[in-house]
């Protein structure tokens, strides 16, 4: 016995007053009704109804289960409506895991715009430039920068690529010279951003060349503010995101160096669990991220959307 089917034909029998009704409604063939009825009365070892060729009654047993099941059926629609409806509108909590500058510098002034046109969503965003388990953690997406593959359940949407760039302050470099090749900065002091998959190593690259530099700093810190907050106070230099330093390098604050090589890049990904029956409110907000960070492309699986960055 298929036991939903069953309260469905017992609860539509009842409602309709009729075996034929019943059929006709739920597109069965009577016989397939008398022996869905027949089947709960078996596996409940109570009768549920009395029937004659011309009347359909309950029985004491059958106004009890009646009452009971027809709650949890409609129930049961409630939910499936509520599950339909965050489908198909942007309703609903909505939790996000966002590196702290990319966010602070990027969405986080759009957000509240974001939250209005969708009044419908709830959000709750987690500043923290450590990965958190999407699936484990309960989130719904996560804005990451990364070559590796880590997870291969989870779906890339790519937005945006941070181009690096050298640089120090006009003071450091009048104390300690300005490098002229990768090479030289073996010799200067760098500040470390340790949470990069490039941390402990950087590259450059010109004309097909490229050169790699170990980096093992005095200062490593898990902040790329910090970051900056050294190279301006002219501690040392660093490869840090142009994007982080794009004021202190038109102000003069800061000055790039070995402009002519090509320094490491990180593309930006939307992560997210699945693109199967994909709620709207995530939807919209992955909408919202590539209109904000203006780079956006179809999604991929991370097997393919990671594999494309430079090792």
């Known amino acids: 016995m298929d036991r939903m089917t069953a309260l469905l034909v017992f609860r539509t029998v009842v409602s309709l007053g009729s075996f034929t009704a019943a059929a006709k409604q739920l597109r069965l063939s009577p016989a397939a009704v008398s022996k869905n009825i027949g089947e709960l009365e078996a596996h409940l070892r109570a009768r549920l109804l009395n029937r004659t060729t011309r009347r359909l009654s309950l029985t004491e047993a059958g106004t009890h289960y009646y009452e009971r099941i027809s709650r949890v059926l409609d129930d049961l629609d409630e939910a499936d409506g509520s599950v339909g409806e965050l489908q198909q509108r942007p309703t609903g909590h909505?939790?996000?895991?966002?590196?702290?500058?990319?966010?602070?510098?990027?969405?986080?002034?759009?957000?509240?715009?974001?939250?209005?046109?969708h009044p419908g969503?709830?959000?709750?965003?987690?500043l923290d430039d450590r990965r958190v388990d999407l699936i484990r953690d309960g989130y719904d997406c996560a804005l990451r920068g990364s070559d590796k593959l880590e997870d291969s359940r989870l779906v890339a949407r790519k937005l945006m690529v941070l181009k690096h760039v050298l640089c120090a302050s006009p003071a450091y470099f009048r104390r300690f010279g300005t490098p002229e090749n990768p090479a030289d900065l073996l010799q200067h002091t760098c500040v470390q951003f340790t949470l990069?998959?490039?941390?402990?190593?950087w590259a450059f690259r010109k004309h097909g060349e490229t050169v790699s530099i170990p980096v093992d700093a005095r200062y490593k810190v898990s902040s790329s503010l910090a970051v900056r907050d050294a190279l301006l106070a002219g501690f040392g230099l660093s490869l840090i995101p142009e994007l982080y330093v794009?004021?202190?390098?038109?102000?003069?604050?800061?000055?790039?160096?070995?402009?002519?090589?090509?320094?490491?890049?990180?593309?930006?990904?939307?992560?997210?669990?699945?693109?199967?029956?994909?709620?709207?409110?995530?939807?919209?907000?992955?909408?919202?991220?590539?209109a904000e960070l203006g780079e956006g492309e179809p999604e991929a699986s991370p097997a393919t959307a990671f594999a494309a960055l430079p090792a």
């Open 94 to 117: 909505l939790r996000v895991s966002a590196p702290i500058t990319l966010t602070l510098l990027t969405i986080s002034q759009s957000v509240p715009r974001f939250l209005e046109r």
């Open 121 to 126: 969503i709830s959000l709750d965003l987690r």
């Open 196 to 201: 990069s998959d490039h941390s402990a190593v």
């Open 246 to 290: 794009r004021r202190q390098l038109a102000e003069g604050a800061l000055v790039p160096v070995l402009a002519d090589w090509q320094g490491d890049e990180t593309a930006i990904y939307a992560v997210y669990p699945s693109r199967h029956f994909l709620p709207a409110k995530i939807k919209v907000f992955l909408n919202f991220l590539v």
